[in-house]
């Protein structure tokens, strides 16, 4: 069973940076394609981002051109760096991952970690 385990969230004001992390187990994680997933009370969970093995990404249109999904395969930890944050971006967010190679478009994040929470005050 693989496990996830994020940190790194936390209060911070709009327009300020935060950088999550997400440190895996229990899977090959060089071949892995990684995600992180946000969830805000009373909205539905989004992908937020996606890197597959190959490091190929994607990104939320919410998202662009202000998160970096990356990920370091000597420490089995995957990051994502979220900046010009937003109160909108305020919720919890998961780290997940699908334990195979899946493509980019594929990912469903089999599995998921506990998650941490990211609020953003205006």
């Known amino acids: 069973q693989a496990q996830l385990v994020e940190s790194g969230g936390g209060l911070v004001q709009a327009g300020g940076s935060l950088r999550l992390s997400c440190a895996a187990s229990?899977?090959?994680?060089?071949?892995?394609?990684m995600g992180w997933y946000r969830q805000a009370p009373g909205e539905q969970r989004e992908l937020v981002a996606v890197?597959?093995?190959?490091?190929?990404?994607n990104y939320a249109d919410s998202v662009k051109g202000r998160f970096t999904i990356s990920r370091d395969n000597a420490k089995n930890t995957v990051y994502l760096q979220m900046n010009s944050l937003k109160p909108e971006d305020t919720a919890v967010y998961y780290c997940a991952t699908d334990a195979s190679p899946t493509a980019a478009r594929d990912f469903r994040g089999r599995y998921w970690g506990q998650g941490t929470q990211v609020t953003v005050s205006s």
């Open positions: 229990n899977i090959i994680f060089s071949i892995s394609t």
């Open positions: 890197i597959t093995h190959v490091r190929s990404t």
